[in-house]
């Protein structure tokens, strides 16, 4: 069945740093690509997403590329701030099945001034 | 404001009681969906339902029971036979078929068996 795998966390990093989070996707068909974020003590929220190979979400200064060819979809920022802390979740919708979406374990993110 | 409403935010239960969690929509969603989220764990499926009156089991089901008797609700009974009950409860509601992707969340409620 389709699956996601994130990177494990938690990462940590300096006010200002480069963030990548890694995920990999399995699917069967021809899935659309989601990262949500959870701040703490909140539900999820969508934060960008990528419906064909290629296509790039962006949203809030991240921004993650629908690779097919690595099966892949990698969350970025260039410059992260402290309120950039929280878990962020990888996610995939096939398109030729109507059944619900997919997520990865999550990642924590900390971000230290 | 339009959103999702969970209730309450936390919840404490003794072992062998059953306890429902409320989830309260005004966005005029179709779908709704009920997740259990544990540390390491990710967020897992627990049932989910396209429209009122009928609802699916998702991939934890078990020790858990829903109704969707409004368009607006869909509550959650966690029951005794639910083993490892402490948690944390996400509802979400989408608009169109499941695969849209995109989910709306509540805030969610947290539940600790004592």
């Known amino acids: 069945g389709d699956s996601v795998t994130q990177m494990e966390g938690p990462v940590t990093l300096s006010e200002e740093a480069f963030l990548t989070i890694n995920c990999t996707y399995t699917?069967?068909?021809?899935?659309?690509l989601f990262w949500y974020v959870q701040y703490p003590g909140e539900g999820l929220q969508l934060l960008l997403k990528?419906?064909?190979?290629?296509d790039k979400g962006s949203n809030k200064g991240f921004e993650a590329t629908y690779r097919k060819e690595t099966t892949s979809f990698h969350l970025e920022k260039g410059s992260v701030q402290v309120s950039d802390s929280a878990v962020y979740f990888c996610a995939l919708s096939d398109q030729g099945r109507n059944t619900p979406l997919v997520f990865g374990k999550g990642t924590r993110l900390s971000v230290i001034a | 404001d339009g959103g999702i409403t969970q209730s309450p935010k936390y919840l404490f239960r003794k072992e062998g009681q059953n306890v429902t969690l409320s989830c309260e929509q005004n966005l005029n969603h179709d779908a709704m969906y009920w997740y259990r989220q544990d540390p390491g764990q990710g967020l897992r499926l627990i049932y989910y339902s396209q429209i009122v009156n009928d609802f699916q089991k998702g991939d934890i089901a078990e020790g858990y029971s829903v109704s969707r008797e409004k368009k607006e609700s869909f509550p959650l009974t966690v029951t005794s036979a639910q083993k490892n009950p402490t948690a944390f409860y996400l509802c979400?509601?989408?608009?169109?078929?499941?695969?849209?992707?995109?989910?709306?969340f509540g805030e969610g409620s947290r539940l600790t068996v004592l």
């Open positions: 990528a419906t064909k190979a290629d």
């Open positions: 699917a069967t068909g021809y899935p659309s």
């Open positions: 979400a509601s989408s608009t169109g078929t499941l695969n849209t992707g995109e989910l709306f």
